[in-house]
């Protein structure tokens, strides 16, 4: 167990960080952000801060000398410089990074395990595309194999003309078949290194752009059916990699049951609502987790809970937002409100 008053090192200095950092503080932790830019939003709530490149062993050794454990914010660390670690814990294992780097390799585990993720091939060539777009069928999404987020690296294909003018970018990626949900959820779950699995209640999500934009739950009836199936494969997942700590799986929901979208080795937009609409936040038992302290309850405080992303400008509205008592607001502490930036969210409970 390493005990409160010990430094918790985050790889990664984005809002994830800034929000375990907090929970950590809470619990009488300090923390330490490794992060390569020097505006860290997660340094301004921590005790120290290396500002260096993922693949700056020696930065990643001194940093690793002030730390009792280490977790990550972002899931594309590097792994290999992770060796420079050396011994100090690292929580998730570092076999989460390599599976959730890798759409390929992402889909091909979930596959192994009894998932089931879109249709899907790897292209690396025209030549692929086509054939994977008369294998699979079209329309369809073409993703990068590495270095996407939210909806990035990603081109939509109407139909095989239109691949046959797309420019394909020169790096490995993964053609999937377009799924036609009715709905997108979320599996957030925290386990400890004695293998206790606690879940958070599941939210329904709704994107705008490839961004999430709404995150609510108790999620519909219909979702709801999905949940134990959805549930047994995030199970597999954290048992098989020996997971430490707050695992998010992405799910499309449709009539055929929960079609695996992606697997997120960290804390999780989708789980913000936590800070105030459960009774543990998944950032407190993430840290709880990783320090291996007991997991707090990961019940609903209220009947319903939703959360808005506060997206680019969005977040300039903070004064009306919080001219009503009902909102929690929350803001990162981003200098520029660029578009698709996410700048903060909004969770109101309702109690009665
Ligand atoms: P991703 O970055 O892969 O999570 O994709 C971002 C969003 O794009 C998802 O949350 C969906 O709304 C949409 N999307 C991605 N892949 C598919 C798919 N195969 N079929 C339908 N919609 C998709």
């Known amino acids: 167990m390493i005990p409160p008053g010990e430094t918790i090192g985050i790889l990664g200095g984005g809002q994830l960080g800034r929000m375990i950092a907090m929970a950590a503080a809470q619990l009488g932790y300090r923390t330490h952000i490794f992060a390569p830019e020097q505006d860290s939003i997660a340094a301004e709530v921590s ?7 993922f693949d700056d062993r020696d930065a990643i050794a001194r940093f690793a000398a002030d730390c009792a454990v280490i977790t990550y914010e972002f899931e594309n660390v590097p792994v ?6 050396k011994g100090v814990p690292l929580h998730p294992h570092p076999k989460a990074l390599e599976i959730a780097q890798d759409r390929l390799a992402e889909k ?3 596959r192994d395990l009894g998932g089931s993720p879109a249709p899907f091939a790897p292209v690396d060539s025209s030549a692929d595309l086509t054939e994977a777009i008369a294998r699979i ?5 073409l993703k ?10 990603q081109w939509r294909i109407g139909s095989p003309d239109d691949a046959a003018t797309l420019t394909l970018p020169g790096q490995p990626l993964v053609y999937e078949g377009f799924i036609n949900f009715f709905a997108e959820f979320s599996v957030l779950l925290c386990r400890g290194d004695d293998g206790d699995i606690r879940f958070w209640d599941t939210p329904e999500n709704v994107h705008q752009g490839g961004i999430l934009s709404l995150s609510s ?9 999905l949940v134990p199936e959805a549930r047994t494969l995030a199970t597999k997942v ?4 020996g997971y430490v700590g707050v695992l998010t799986l992405e799910f499309f929901a449709t009539d055929d049951g929960p079609v695996f979208n992606e697997v997120a080795p960290r804390v999780h937009n989708s789980g913000h609502w936590t800070i105030e609409g459960a009774l543990t936040s998944q950032f407190e038992n993430h840290v709880r ?22 997206i680019g400008d969005d977040a300039h509205d903070w004064p009306k937002i919080l001219s009503d008592p009902a909102n929690h607001l929350h803001l990162y502490g981003k200098a520029a409100a660029r578009p698709g930036r996410k700048m903060g969210h909004v969770t109101r409970l309702t109690l009665d």
């Open 47 to 53: 005790a120290a801060f290396t500002c260096a490149g």
């Open 80 to 85: 290999t410089p992770l060796a420079a670690l």
């Open 108 to 110: 091909n585990f979930v």
């Open 137 to 141: 069928g079209a329309p369809g999404i």
């Open 144 to 153: 990068t194999r590495r270095d996407g987020y939210d909806g990035k690296g």
């Open 217 to 225: 739950v108790p999620a519909s009836d219909r979702i709801a059916a």
């Open 238 to 241: 954290a048992e098989t990699l």
């Open 289 to 310: 987790a990783i320090c291996g302290l007991p997991m707090g309850d990961t019940a609903l405080a209220a009947r319903a809970v939703k959360m808005d992303n506060l």
